[in-house]
């Protein structure tokens, strides 16, 4: 059983940063961050996609606008940001790598100028 469920599991690179990621079979039905059954060119790793979806919620642009995107290395942001994926996301708070989210910040997400180059 073990090995069926290991053969789930396929690394591809992400279209943004270029870390490989995993493609799964998903968890259940997640209201975001819904884990790609198929390697597809808008599957990105989940650091890639927690960025996505900060970057579009206009709550936190306030934050980031005062704080700046360091505040995402605040070990308080970060678990605030684990309990909103329980049970809403495909990807767990270990899966996010926060300093390479700030690291790659200003790549560019799906529906940017550039993203995918």
Not at 1 to 16: E, T, Y
Not at 49 to 56: C, E, G, N
Not at 78 to 98: R, V, Y
């Amino acid at each position: 059983m073990q090995q069926n469920q290991a053969a789930l599991f396929v690394p591809i690179p992400c279209p943004r940063c270029g870390e490989l990621c995993k493609v799964s079979s998903s968890t259940g039905d997640p209201r975001f961050m819904k884990r790609a059954t198929k390697p597809s060119p808008k599957a990105m790793c989940a650091t890639c996609a927690v960025t996505a979806f900060i970057k579009s919620v206009e709550t936190f642009h306030h934050g980031i606008e005062l704080n700046g995107v360091q505040m995402f290395l605040n070990p308080m942001v970060q678990e605030q940001f684990g309990k909103l994926l329980q049970g809403f996301g495909d990807a767990t708070p270990g899966e996010i790598d926060w300093q390479r989210l700030v690291d790659n910040w200003e790549l560019p997400v799906p529906g940017e100028r550039g993203f995918g180059k």
